[in-house]
Nanobody
Framework: QVQLVESGGGLVQAGDSLRLSCAAS????????MGWFRQAPGKEREFVTA????????FYADSVKGRFTISRDNAKNTLYLQMNSLKTDDTAVYYC??????????????WGQGTQVTVSS
């Protein structure tokens, strides 16, 4: 089992920055990928970004490329999402997730409880 706990969400204005954190515990060594998904009101959950835990390779949705940065502190077993130039369209519940394979559309194995990010205009 892998436990994931997100933090860092909040209310910000358009153009602001915010950093989310995800503390991982449990059998994290079995997770080849860690990532972030988000779900806006009335919409399906969507892939945001992921990182391969061993190589550090990163993957981004086109909608956040150039604005968001995923990173991981292996010593702390913590995943980060640095979000810059936030837009109102970024408003959503953000979920941390881990999985053995990289897929942007299929459900991942482990999920956090989510943290709300609200961007006002």
């Amino acid at each position: 089992q892998v436990q994931l706990v997100e933090s860092g969400g909040g209310l910000v204005q358009a153009g602001d920055s915010l950093r989310l954190s995800c503390a991982a515990s449990g059998r994290t060594f079995g997770s080849n990928y860690m990532g972030w998904f988000r779900q806006a009101p009335g919409k399906e959950r969507e892939f945001v970004t992921a990182i391969e835990t061993r190589s550090g390779s990163t993957f981004y949705a086109d909608s956040v490329k150039g604005r968001f940065t995923i990173s991981r502190d292996n010593a702390k077993n913590t995943l980060y999402l640095q979000m810059n130039s936030l837009k109102t369209d970024d408003t959503a519940v953000y979920y941390c997730a881990s999985n053995d394979i990289l897929t942007r559309t299929r459900p991942w194995a482990y999920w956090g409880q989510g943290t709300q990010v609200t961007v006002s205009s």
